[in-house]
């Protein structure tokens, strides 16, 4: 099997890009992961990267054409997928545009409930029964892209935002991994 090229872009924390780099390790996941991308220098998930000598760019969002730096750097690894892996900037219209290839991200719910922002809180606010995470193709509207898979949980009278988190965060390790396997099944 020919791997495919992975960039992993993080912010913050990295548990999804510890199980990806784990996962990619197997001959049979389709992808390699060949850079990591952070808008965060301090963030945790550099550790990741360094540990497994995976290169990685820290970016300035701030600076004007941060983004066309990242699509330079990004060419250099014949990248044929971008991961967003609790990344919380948005990208643009033009850089979608403009890197031309799959892009997914991974949210912690079941879409199209609670897009955006806090939505443990929100979950919880609205008494739902059940919540998630989603997995799916980045458009240019804000986690509105075609869904590739979803894992769900009931939510138990004692769950507050942390357990929800947790339980959440936990589905995700193995939604982000499935979900790249589902793509790369038939091509
Ligand atoms: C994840 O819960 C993801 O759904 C959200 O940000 C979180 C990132 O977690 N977008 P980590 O950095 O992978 O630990």
Known sequence: MVKKNACIFISGYGSN???LIQ???NHN???NIKLVVSDNKN???LLHAKKNSIPYLVINTKKKNHEITTLNNIKKYNISIICLAGYMKIISKKFIKSFGKKIINIHPSLLPKFK???TYKRVLTNNEKKTGCTVHFVNEKLDSGKIILQ???FIKKNDDIYTLKNKTQKLEQRAFSEAIINIYRYN
């Open 17 to 19: 890009l510890k199980s």
């Open 23 to 25: 996962n990619s390790r």
């Open 29 to 31: 996941f389709p992808v």
């Open 43 to 45: 963030a945790n998930g």
């Open 116 to 118: 955006g922002l806090n």
């Open 151 to 153: 894992k769900s949980f």
